[in-house]
Nanobody, 122 residues
Framework: QVQLVESGGGLVQAGGSLRLSCATS????????IGWYRQAPGKQRELVAS???????NYADSVKGRFTISRDNAKNTVHLQMNSLKPDDTAVYYC????????????????WGQGTQVTVSS
């Protein structure tokens, strides 16, 4: 069974930092794009950051300069370093990858973790 498991969420004061991790049950070496999304209460899920197999990162305007996404292929893990956190960053954060062509390691599918709660107090 393919799994994505997020960790690292918690309660932090505004201006603080958290580091989220997304551990996968299979090798991520061949995965083209892995992303972090978030969903705040009453709002739609939004893309926060994504990273390609070559290490190119893309960020939502609201987090540019504050968040950094990285991937460790050897540990099958993707991280999201979040600095200068704001109350507006409060949300459940999810890890995601969409496999449209199987490499034999990951079946075709849209994979999500269970999410990790991030709460930023003012």
């Amino acid at each position: 069974q393919v799994q994505l498991v997020e960790s690292g969420g918690g309660l932090v004061q505004a201006g603080g930092s958290l580091r989220l991790s997304c551990a996968t049950s299979r090798s991520i070496f061949s995965i083209n794009v892995i992303g972090w999304y978030r969903q705040a209460p009453g709002k739609q899920r939004e893309l926060v950051a994504s990273i390609t197999s070559g290490g190119s990162a893309n960020y939502a305007d609201s987090v540019k300069g504050r968040f950094t996404i990285s991937r460790d292929n050897a540990k099958n893990t993707v991280h999201l370093q979040m600095n200068s956190l704001k109350p507006d960053d409060t949300a459940v954060y999810y890890c995601n990858t969409k496999i449209v062509r199987s490499s034999g390691i990951w079946p075709v599918g849209d994979y999500w973790g269970q999410g990790t709660q991030v709460t930023v107090s003012s």
